[in-house]
Nanobody
Framework: QVQLVESGGGLVQAGGSLRLSCAAS????????IGWFRQAPGKQRDLVAA?????STTYAETVKGRFTISGDMNTAYLQMNSLKPEDTAVYYC?????????????WGQGTQVTVSS
């Protein structure tokens, strides 16, 4: 059984901050990364940030310097600072399997982030 539960979204003014949380109920030995994705209306779901089991992090260019991913393979956070209206999206977390190096074919409900101008 795999569960991915996101929380922490909300409405915030441009320039503000939010901290998203991800609870991933999956055996950690199966996982080598946790990623945060986002999808705006009419847009593709894209990777925003990822944290590997070795501790390395990667970020999309659009959020680099503003967002920080942290945590572990079961509990991950996305600290979002200096938010912009273009950050408005539903944010999802997912886990990358060690064996395949692919993210799980499963998506939770996500958490809505709305940034007002």
């Amino acid at each position: 059984q795999v569960q991915l539960v996101e929380s922490g979204g909300g409405l915030v003014q441009a320039g503000g901050s939010l901290r998203l949380s991800c609870a991933a109920s999956i055996s950690t030995f199966r996982i080598n990364a946790i990623g945060w994705f986002r999808q705006a209306p009419g847009k593709q779901r894209d990777l925003v940030a990822a944290l590997s089991s070795s501790g390395s992090t990667t970020y999309a260019e659009t959020v680099k310097g503003r967002f920080t991913i942290s945590g572990d393979m079961n509990t991950a956070y996305l600290q979002m600072n200096s938010l912009k209206p273009e950050d408005t999206a539903v944010y999802y977390c997912n886990a990358r399997e060690r064996y395949t190096n692919n993210y799980l074919p499963y998506w939770g409900q996500g958490t809505q982030v709305t940034v007002s101008s």
